[in-house]
């Protein structure tokens, strides 16, 4: 069986975070408001009141996360930038102090021989613009290329390759239909045009990115979907939320078209969202790499209840994260094998751009190693299959603000005290720069890896 230590030569190791996970800072150097702000700050939203007012602290420490990922011999960070920092108001002149932090970052990063790779939307909209629709509202795509052209035109000299938008579906389903996350909207159908306008903000800016001759991926949360039983009714249904969590994005990302949306109670138009020409828009600009968030698969079975078309189903006999996500490795196999003959040639090359758990494990984060090293092996049996796979970056390098579950869901390679702020890198740090180091040696002598390193 192929192993990690298999992944092919000029495989890119990284790690991954977002802007309002770690940076804090939420009202310094003219920042404005996020709909995570608002969100937050109202009453039963999220875990114990956590905000992410300052979260890891990131915008005045990034030098120490820097060095962080050096120890770890990262060839790239992927991080995301805060629309308002950028642009307080969502629309308007650009803020220097906000595109000047990133410049920094930046620097700082390459400084180190670590290529920053940014996403340009982790769901921290401006809450200005959500004063006027938010993702409902059309204009909102608009002002994200026009965003993404001032940050590119600051940045693009120096960062090669951008990520537009960061799960689609995770921001139109928790945020817009069931209201778990920020702006909090519980529309449940009526909040597919949010699928729409996230596609078409994308299709956009790439293109603005494509002109300035930057590379273009888009990360999305894909999930195997698996039937509760072999009966008609199951694999209907799990058809359907294959439908919904992935297709919905990747058909017209790819294919240039919706998928069958009636089960949704919808035609391709999505309630009207759609407009002629909105697809060839989306697909001007041929993608340069697929992001894949991968964390679990989904067992799907029969409706019980007329609203949905499909019911969650509990995955038998494996162990759970903290968070109680399943632990199913072969999961990814599978996915990245379905992804490949689904789309067949027109698949770009994948980047794995995020991947990890969250556990209460001590320093000696053993779960957490275990979880990445067969995470990695499973990538590696896919690749041994022929999927073109470029990349994995490690959700992530540091605990943080773990959106409505506050500070209690901890990710890092690093174990960050809330109140300190100090940074305790755990037994999984040393094991995946190890792992990053021995890959290296390698590909380099394309020799074996010895059982040490190992
Ligand atoms: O923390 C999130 C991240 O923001 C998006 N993908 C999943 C991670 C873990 O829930």
């Known amino acids: 069986m192929p192993d990690r230590y298999d992944l092919p030569a000029g495989f890119r190791w990284g790690v991954a975070t977002a802007a309002y996970q770690i940076e804090g800072a939420v009202d310094e150097d003219g920042r404005g408001p996020s709909i995570w702000d608002t969100f937050t ?231 009207g969202a759609v407009r002629p020409g909105d697809l060839d828009l989306i697909t001007a600009t041929p993608l340069t790499g697929l992001g894949v968030n991968y964390y679990n698969p989904t067992r799907i079975a029969a409706p019980t209840d007329p609203s949905l078309p499909f019911t969650f189903a509990e995955i038998p006999d494996v162990p759970h994260t903290a968070f109680g996500w399943p632990v199913v490795p072969d999961g990814l196999t599978h996915l990245l094998l379905h992804l490949r003959d689904t789309y067949g040639k027109a698949l770009p090359p994948l980047t794995i751009t995020e991947n990890g758990c969250s556990t209460t494990e001590g320093p000696d984060d053993t779960f957490r190693i275990s979880y990445l090293s067969t995470h990695l092996d499973a990538l590696a049996t896919a690749a041994a299959e022929g999927v073109d796979v470029r990349g994995y970056y490690t959700w992530s390098l540091i605990d943080n603000f773990e959106w409505a579950e506050g500070y209690h869901q901890r990710f890092g390679l690093v174990h960050v005290d809330f109140v300190t702020q100090a940074r305790t890198p755990r037994a999984s740090y040393a094991w995946y720069r190890d792992l990053i180091a021995a890959h290296r040696v390698r590909c380099a002598t394309g020799g074996s890896v010895t059982s040490g390193d190992r």
Do not use: K
């Open 41 to 271: 700050a109202r009453p039963g939203t999220v875990r114990d009141g956590h905000t992410g007012a300052v979260a890891c602290d990131h915008y005045h420490r990034y030098p120490e996360d820097i060095e962080l990922m050096r120890g770890l011999g990262l060839d790239g960070y992927r991080f995301s930038i805060a629309w308002p920092r950028i642009r307080p108001t969502g629309a308007g002149p650009a803020n220097p102090a906000g595109l000047a932090f990133y410049d920094r970052l930046v620097d700082d990063l390459l400084a180190v021989g670590i290529t920053p790779l940014p996403t340009l939307f982790h769901w921290d909209l401006p809450q200005a613009l959500e004063d006027r629709g938010g993702w409902l509202n059309r204009d909102t795509a608009y002002h994200f290329a026009e965003y993404a052209a001032i940050v590119a035109d600051r940045l693009g000299d120096r960062v090669p390759a951008w990520i537009t938008l960061n799960e689609p579906f995770v921001h139109m389903v928790y945020g817009h239909a069931l209201g778990i996350h920020a702006p909090g909207h519980a529309l449940m159908l009526d909040a597919l045009p949010v699928a729409h306008h996230q596609l078409l903000a994308h299709g956009l800016a790439a293109s603005l990115l494509h002109e300035r001759g930057l590379d273009v991926l888009i990360s999305n949360n894909l999930t195997p979907v698996e039937p509760a039983s072999p009966s008609p009714a199951d694999l209907a249904a799990a058809e359907a939320y294959d439908t919904l969590h992935n297709r919905l994005f990747t058909d017209p990302l790819l294919l240039g078209r919706y998928p069958d949306l009636t089960a949704f109670g919808t035609g391709p138009d999505l309630h």
